[in-house]
């Protein structure tokens, strides 16, 4: 077993931006909230993917990127800010990194149970996000991807919340 910290809940709805002179919905824009959230099956109270066919699903509702990664961007690209949930996720993390988890890992974050799915393949919106499409490529390559989770018991998360793991299965 080892710890992990939830540092923040991170939600969006979708969004219509102008991207090369076209209209393209998204839902990576996603801010930090301060309060309990209702862990769902498919989602957060508060957040909705916007294309169905590639992001959500019972696979894939609840995003995690972990925040050691952040330093790692602000020194790659220091002119940009990079607030919590900056990469679209859900849940920024610490204490739980790639490496230390494998597909079909379980824990807990508040009173909601949760199982790892996949790793996360980013998408050319991820390139939306930060204005640049190189992002997509640079992120794939450093192996910072975070990754996806199913919801095994729907709960609550909030901010500040541990979460215990357990590699047993």
Known sequence: MSALKLLSV??????EVDW????????????PVFWPVRVATLNLDGDQQ????????AHKAV????????????????????????????????????????IG?????????????????????LGIRF???????RFLQSGRSGFYLSVLEEGQATAGDFGRTDYSR
């Open 20 to 31: 090369h002179g076209k209209l393209v919905r998204t839902s990576i824009f996603k801010s």
């Open 131 to 137: 204005g640049r499409p190189e992002i997509v490529k």
């Open 63 to 102: 995003y995690v990127y972990p925040s050691e990664h952040y330093q790692f961007w602000r020194e790659e690209i220091p002119d940009l800010e990079m607030p919590w949930g900056m990469f679209g996720e859900n849940f920024t993390t610490e204490g739980l990194l790639e490496g230390a988890v494998n």
């Open 50 to 57: 916007s294309d169905l066919t590639v992001h959500g699903g």
């Open 105 to 125: 890992d379980r824990f807990r974050v508040g009173s909601a149970e949760f199982v790892v799915t996949q790793p996360r393949m980013p998408c050319y919106k």
């Open 10 to 15: 991170n939600v969006g709805m979708p969004r």
